[in-house]
């Protein structure tokens, strides 16, 4: 198996003036799994020959395995998604190390994923903001609603050789931070040398091939980053980078400069994924620094508000539609609308006038605002297909928009019309302190105390 | 999943009736029990009966989408009246074309009166001549349902089936009250009949009642007749009442109510009485149950249920259901499921997917034994393996009456069952 990643087309947006690695870039990611050592498999399970993904483009986050709200034949429902999902494995890992019970057929397989979709392994939800838990050099701590379960590397590697994910991110020892706090030099220092330990163990204890998507490590400290960088740049093992600071309590410009950083001493034709640059303001940004893949949950923090995307990137021939005007000014300021509002009780649109999606080509305003106010699970399957649907609209418009070479200004404009709303793109950071999902009981884990 | 197609080759009916909504046709009848398979041609869709109707409270079954329904092969869903009166209430049902246009369903629509949602979750609920007099749950205001309200409710829902409202009382109660209203009930199905202003695109069923007693139920189901309804539903039932009684006034209701137009009993989802009231001449059936177990990660499979959030399901790599071809069962294992079921939105999608579909194939089954007359041996491979050697007495009683001998050893596969005393079984006893 291999994972191959080439820069395409134009790589740096007119008028960005920054070193190469550092600036945006066009991208072609290629899973090649004809050399796998499952070739045995009965030809129906071969994977076509290659998968290519078009970047910059999103991870597609999942819930066990699943979009959130979207069983299998709903989540069908939307065309020309990219073909990578992201599982992290928190949600299958049991008290004893063990996960998907003694399933061996793959985790394709378990989580009923199509072979043409690149899958890769995370630990931890990038929506949860709070890891909690004592890791130490041997564990990586995990907080569960069952208590902590602990992850070390040998597990982590059994569980790969039985689950064959098509690309890993081996766990890191990624700290809570609350607030910056700059006496945490030692603990920093600490999880930098455990993650490049817990790196290497992964890697050398499992056998199945792989791609391997180290995280940099190293908080808020520049000197400790360097020394994370260092490590990773030496190794030939390593297939791609990945940003995970979605704990530390700076704000996204902060994390993207620290990012940014390390990004100067990487190898630049490597790809790299953000976590918790999901929001479209943020992802903008971090693809205008350099970065590759983000992940959709976004999308689904749009959803778990009773909101519908509306957001426009703009552009020539944008996909996406044109918020409606008859919005509330705030709400069309915020990129989103409020399914909530009384407004939406007897209003007959679409959620957005010109809008492809199932949801709006079937139903309307009135009966999604219905569904909500009479707490039906179908409000949230029905706004999370609008919402991913408008994401990828969303991602397609800034890669044509690098492809003309006017990513800065389409950046800069999108950035403006929504910079005066303070609410917009907020959605994350909500969904992180809110306790249950609008529709159901079901009690979110881990959730922060509002600040 | 499949588009029924049991009736293709069976054109004359057996019995019919054509009232100015609905044509009822009954295609097959069962030679041995009071078993029918029918037609039921409605203003949005034909329903072939016996047929289970699941439960769309308000608007939407449990997170699955109209498209997902008819794949799961769902000919009539039930809505509420209650809630949809109150949310988004029939100004706006009105203004968006009715319940079909609104939530985008084109298939069969059956809503209830609003009684016994009101009678049930209401604090204070007085009944009198008039209507229904209960506490408004928002502004603690006292209101009152009429069978006039209940209809024009209805009416602006525009279901393809409306009920009357009835004055139910519990299954359980005893005295005067059971013949008040009863009595009640068809003057108040009198003045429904009146204030339906829908005849031709609606159709109003009214309620046989009368509690446990035979006399009042068979008053109660002649009265009814004579106004000469497109159906008839049996109400007053599956309310915690022993079994024994259950059967017995379901059974008395069909030999009275009219052959050739369909019977439709109120509140009945579970497995083996779909099986047993099919057998006593029963069509219709709706109930909560399937789409809420579902909800506490319980599938529902031919021997009971299973409870998948069990530590018994973490290693269990098949589907909930080797025979069932419903998405879950052709994709997802038991150990899948195990892992997100009351965890995720979609965990509960899965098993909602499964049950319904669960349901639909029952019907299905049950439908194909009637149409090629092999209910009977139907019924006694259903219970032998929903049951096994031991089957709570009511069925075997109920299922006696119209021919079918449990107790008898059956000369091809052996099988005979002994009575027990429960009413329930919860799983097989081999």
């Not at chain 1, 994972?3 to 090649?32: C, I, K, W, Y």
């Not at chain 1, 179908?378 to 991602?395: A, R």
């Not at chain 1, 019309?417 to 809110?434: K, P, V």
């Not at chain 2, 001998?405 to 005393?421: F, N, W």
Request: glycine fraction near 8%; proline fraction near 5%.
């Amino acid at each position: 198996m291999t994972l191959h990643f080439e820069l395409t087309g134009a790589n740096a947006a007119a008028g960005v003036a920054s070193s190469a690695t550092a600036s945006p870039r066009s991208g072609r990611l290629v899973l090649d799994r004809s050399l796998n050592c499952e070739a045995s498999a009965p030809a129906s399970t071969l994977a076509p020959a290659a998968i290519a993904l078009e970047t910059p483009t999103f991870l597609k986050y999942t819930r066990h395995g699943l979009q959130p709200h979207l069983v299998r034949e709903v989540a069908a429902e939307l065309s020309d998604m990219p073909a990578c999902t992201r599982v992290q494995l928190e949600d299958f890992l049991e008290d004893d190390g063990s996960a998907c019970g003694q399933h061996d057929a793959g985790l394709h397989n378990f989580v009923f994923l199509d072979r043409s979709e690149v899958l890769l392994l995370d630990t931890l939800d990038p929506t949860v903001t709070r890891r909690v838990g004592k890791s130490t050099n041997s564990f990586l701590a995990i907080d569960s609603e069952g208590g902590t379960k602990r992850l070390t590397p040998e597990v982590f590697a059994q569980l790969v050789d039985r689950l064959k994910p098509d690309i890993i991110i081996p766990p890191a020892d990624y700290i809570e931070e609350p607030l910056p706090s700059l006496t945490q030099g030692k603990r920093i220092s600490k999880s930098v040398t455990r993650s490049a330990k817990w790196l290497d163990e992964s890697i050398a204890k499992s056998v199945y091939p792989s791609a391997v998507f180290a995280a940099v490590m190293g908080s808020h400290s520049p000197e400790l980053r360097d020394i994370s960088a260092k490590k990773l740049l030496a190794r030939n093992d390593v297939a791609g980078y990945v940003f995970n600071d979605v704990s530390l309590a700076l704000p996204f410009e902060s994390k993207l400069q620290l990012a940014q950083h390390s990004l100067a001493q990487l190898d630049a034709s490597k790809p790299r994924y953000m976590v918790g640059a999901s929001a479209p303001d943020a992802a903008l940004r971090a693809i205008l620094g350099g970065i590759d893949l983000v992940d959709s949950s976004y999308p689904y923090a749009v959803t778990e508000q009773g909101f519908a995307s509306t957001y426009v990137f703009g552009g020539e021939g944008a996909a996406g539609g044109i918020a409606d005007a008859s919005a509330a000014g705030a709400a069309a300021g915020a990129g989103r609308l409020d399914l909530w509002q009384e407004s939406m009780f007897n209003d007959f649109g679409p959620l957005v006038e010109g809008c492809s999606c199932f949801t709006c080509r079937s139903h309307h305003r009135a009966y999604i605002h219905h569904l909500l106010m009479t707490k039906e699970m179908l409000s949230t399957v029905l706004l999370q297909i609008h919402n991913m649907h408008w994401y990828k609209g969303f991602f397609a418009d800034i890669r044509s928009s690098l492809a003309r070479a006017t990513l800065a200004e389409d950046a800069q404009r999108f950035l403006e019309r929504y910079g005066s709303s303070s609410e917009a793109f907020g959605e994350l950071e909500t969904l992180a302190t809110q306790e249950n999902s609008p529709t159901t009981k079901i009690q979110r884990k881990r959730h922060a105390e509002p600040l | 999943m499949t588009t029924s197609d049991e009736f293709d080759n069976l054109t004359t009916p057996l019995e019919t009736s054509t009232s100015p909504a609905l044509k009822f046709d009954v295609l097959a009848k069962c030679s041995t029990t009071k078993a029918r398979a029918s037609k039921m041609h409605l203003p949005h869709y034909t329903a072939h009966t016996p047929m289970f109707m699941p439960v769309g409270t308000m608007g939407s079954i449990k997170g699955i989408t109209t498209k997902q329904l008819e794949n799961l092969d769902c000919h009539v869903i039930l809505g509420n009246t209650y809630h949809l009166g109150s949310r988004p209430g029939p100004e706006l049902l009105e203004a968006a074309g009715g319940l079909h246009e609104f939530m985008s369903w084109n298939r069969g629509l059956l809503t209830d009166s609003g009684g016994f949602q009101m009678v049930s979750l209401l604090r204070l609920a007085n009944i009198t001549e008039e209507g229904v007099e209960f506490e408004n749950p928002h502004d603690g205001k006292k209101m009152m349902l009429t069978p006039e309200m209940s209809i024009g409710l209805q009416n602006a829902i525009g279901a393809d089936i409306m009920m009357q409202l009835d004055d139910v009382v519990s299954s359980l109660t005893t005295g005067d009250r059971v013949e008040e209203a009863m009595w009640r009930s068809v003057r108040w199905l009198d003045r429904s009949i009146k204030a339906n202003k829908r005849p031709t695109e609606q159709n109003l069923f009214p309620i046989v009642q009368g509690g446990l007693d035979a006399r009042l139920r068979t008053l109660s189901a002649h009265e009814l007749i004579k106004r000469d309804s497109p159906g008839y539903a049996i109400g007053g039932l599956s309310g915690g009442e022993a079994k024994d009684s259950f059967w017995r006034m379901v059974s008395l209701s069909t030999d009275i109510l009219p052959d050739n137009k369909p019977r439709y009993c109120m509140g009945v989802g579970y497995a083996e009485d779909l099986v047993v009231c099919s057998a006593l001449g029963v069509d219709m059936y709706d109930c909560v149950f399937p789409t809420r177990t579902a909800r506490f990660g319980n599938a529902l499979v031919r021997t009971g249920s299973l409870a998948l959030k069990q530590g018994r399901f973490k290693n269990d790599l098949g589907p909930i259901d080797p025979d069932c071809s419903c998405p879950t069962c052709k994709n997802y294992s038991r150990a899948y499921l195990h892992t997100t079921v009351t965890k995720d939105t979609t965990g509960c999608h899965l098993i909602t997917i499964h049950n319904i579909a669960y349901q639909m194939r029952l019907m299905r089954d049950i439908r194909q034994a009637i149409v090629d007359d092999r209910f009977p041996e139907f019924i006694r491979e259903f219970m032998s393996i929903r049951f096994g050697k031991t089957v709570p007495k009511w069925i075997i009683s109920a299922l006696q009456s119209v021919d079918v001998d449990l107790t008898a050893v059956d000369e091809k596969t052996g099988y005979s069952a002994t009575p027990i005393s429960d009413d329930f079984q919860k799983v097989p006893n081999m």
